[in-house]
């Protein structure tokens, strides 16, 4: 049920839990965990891979093929990655790669859920930018910007910057001629344990696919195939609720990103295709005794690091200025997707409640943040709501401002602006909002 006096009594309901000190001590705390296990899974997040082959068989194995040295290199402090500036590579923004279906088989594989995307032939599912020394990388990602004006209440006139992507001087043969891309920009990494444990129907509880309710938000969930628990789940992590588990996410990065070898993805050469053969053949840093890069020990320790990470605690910002932009966050409408609570049904731990404020649901987004590219039951214009918890802290953690999946908004407004499909409404009332109002909403969303 969604209707307008359900909504408003869960929005003064939410009110009252997202500033309870509960939530603030239970999840907003900023002392680190201190066991040795956070610890080893730390200096794991932060450790520089090697090529192979070298005498030191626990640091190496990069590549052949690769985007980062270490997860710290996109997940700057843990938190986002950023775009690159000119005549830089791209290390913390990725180009994710794939075909149409173009067979049977293909689209059993999909059908089934056994894959959430058919990989580009000559490059994989991901565009790698680095290689080790002796080898090509696969390419450079190169990014335009096309200015888009955008007129606000009052005259006020933004600027949006709408990016082209180009994947220039390609070493292992064309694209295919039906290659969709998608750039990702690393996310911020705090709170990923606290999503892991909201429950299948705490998330299914908000799906309304078909929009029974005819208000105009539909949100439905993301089903995939999990390695780790072989079977279909419920898809939670990533930026189209990809994959399951955030063990499994961790594991693909480890091989997608970095080159390795892991439990789940055995394969040494990482995201190299048989079409790129020297890189299939390179040396690799596995043996007999240890034939996985990323072995288990490793994978558990950085999946502990990243579970556990707790943002850290938000100076106090109670103001008459905060509170109003509050309300203008549910009256636009906002909270229909951006979800201010989660209860929890973790015995172990202390904590009941979390604010995460999104629905981990699926939404059309509109044309202006398609990336015409399927993935599972994601369509092209669709987008796992993004969790806002953490957003005021981008500049104390990562000391940039880069939002939304490909980073091509600079301000919370310009990101907000953005919205279109089932966002348009809520976007609407905004762009209609005094601009005293706005800057209150802003102010808000600072606070998170």
Known sequence: MKDTQYLTLFCLLSLLLATSNSIAAGFADSSPNKSMDFAAGRSLFKKLWIAAPTATKSSDGLGPLYNARSCFQCHINAGRGRIPLPNQRAVSLFMRLSIPAQNASDRLALKTHQQTVIPEPHYGTQFQTFAVTGLPAEGDLQIRYTD???????????????????LKNLQFGPLHPQTQMSPRLAPSLFGMGELAKISEQAILQY?????????????????????????VMLGRFGYKAGVASL???NQRAFVGDIGLSTPLFPQAWGDCTPHQAVCQKAPHGYDAQ??????????????YYVSHLKLPKQP?????????G??????????????PYFQLNDAASNQTTIAPYSDLLLHDMGDGLADHRAEGEANGKEW??????????????NGHHYYLHDGRATTLQQAILWHGGEAEKSRDSYVKLAKKKRQQLLQFLGTL
């Open 290 to 303: 240890q034939p996985l890069e990323a072995p288990k020990k490793v994978t558990d320790a950085v999946l």
């Open 247 to 249: 063990d499994e996410q």
């Open 148 to 166: 888009v004006a955008v007129q606000l209440a009052g005259a006020e006139t933004v600027l949006l910057q709408q990016p082209e992507y180009q």
């Open 316 to 324: 106090p910002k109670s103001s008459t200025d905060s509170i109003a």
């Open 326 to 339: 509050q309300k203008h966050f549910i009256q636009a409408g906002c909270v229909a997707c951006h979800r």
């Open 207 to 231: 799906s309304d696919p078909n929009d029974q309710d005819n208000d105009g938000i539909s949100g439905k969930p993301n089903r995939v195939w999990s390695r780790a628990f072989k079977q």
């Open 384 to 397: 796992r709501t993004t969790p806002l918890w953490g957003i005021g802290l981008t500049e104390r953690i």
